[in-house]
């Protein structure tokens, strides 16, 4: 098998691959959601994070509101079954131009779901999603991410110190009166049914509305193979640990 070229050169040709493969392509029956990564950069690094997320992997530049306002104009001329607009990272909250992005989607008439981690990004935003909840609640969708029903393992994934910042920003949410939904990973050897037993025992004792039985409400990811693996970009080595700020 012929060395594989450096990045820039393997994708330089939309049909043919570098070795001169013809591509494999899958006819688009339909477009339901649309979805936005608003850049690498997020405020903690995880353990295991598809795409190697962290305060300083800026690799994918932060998308722009403009560039956003294009797809958006496409996809509504191109896609009139189009329902759902979501936007994932890093962390969506630490791009500047996202509360407008957020907007754009929702003024537009289509449903909005956020993947964030509720931390400090999100919390200096308030204002902003303040505003956008008035005018669109129920368009409006926030899906928390939560490891772990325990403090300890979420943390070594998300790192130390991360689990009460998290906590304080889905109560901020549930106590505002936003949609919110939480995503957690198989990453403990339980069974599903003891994992949404104890997520419904934390929503419990934290008071929070969610119903943990609901596969929609409690989104649970198998685990990705943390082990290294020869050409996979993906797969984050070293340590959790979270820089604050």
């Avoid at 325990?150 to 936003?178: C, I, K, M, T, Y």
Wanted: hydrophobic content about 40%; some cysteine; overall charge positive.
């Amino acid at each position: 098998m012929p060395a594989l070229q450096p990045w820039p050169a393997r994708f330089t040709d939309p049909d043919i691959t570098a070795n001169g493969e013809r591509r494999a392509v899958v006819s688009l029956r339909a477009l339901r959601t649309l979805w936005f990564n608003t850049g690498t950069l997020c405020n903690i690094t995880c353990s295991g994070c598809y795409i190697e997320s962290s305060p300083r992997n800026d690799r994918l530049s932060y998308l722009s509101r403009a560039e956003v306002r294009e797809f958006l104009a496409e996809a509504r001329g191109h896609h009139p079954d189009l329902r759902e607009i979501g936007f994932t990272g890093g962390e969506p909250f630490m791009n500047p131009e996202f509360p407008g992005m957020l907007e754009d989607a929702l003024a537009g008439g289509w449903r909005a779901l956020v993947l964030t981690n509720a931390m400090r990004p999100m919390q200096r935003r308030t204002s902003s999603l303040l505003s956008l909840r008035e005018q669109y609640a129920a368009q409006l969708t926030l899906r928390v991410s939560l490891d772990h029903y325990s403090q300890g393992l979420h943390e070594q994934l998300r790192g130390l110190n991360s689990w009460r910042p998290a906590l304080h920003g889905l109560r901020w949410l549930v106590d505002a009166g936003f949609n919110i939904a939480i995503a957690s990973r198989k990453l403990s050897g339980e069974s599903e049914a003891t994992l949404r037993a104890g997520f419904a025992a934390l929503f419990a004792a934290h008071s929070l509305p969610v119903d943990a039985m609901d596969p929609q409400r409690l989104v649970l990811f198998p685990e990705l193979d943390a082990r290294p693996r020869a050409g996979d970009h993906r797969i984050l080595l070293g340590n959790s640990r979270q820089i604050t700020g």
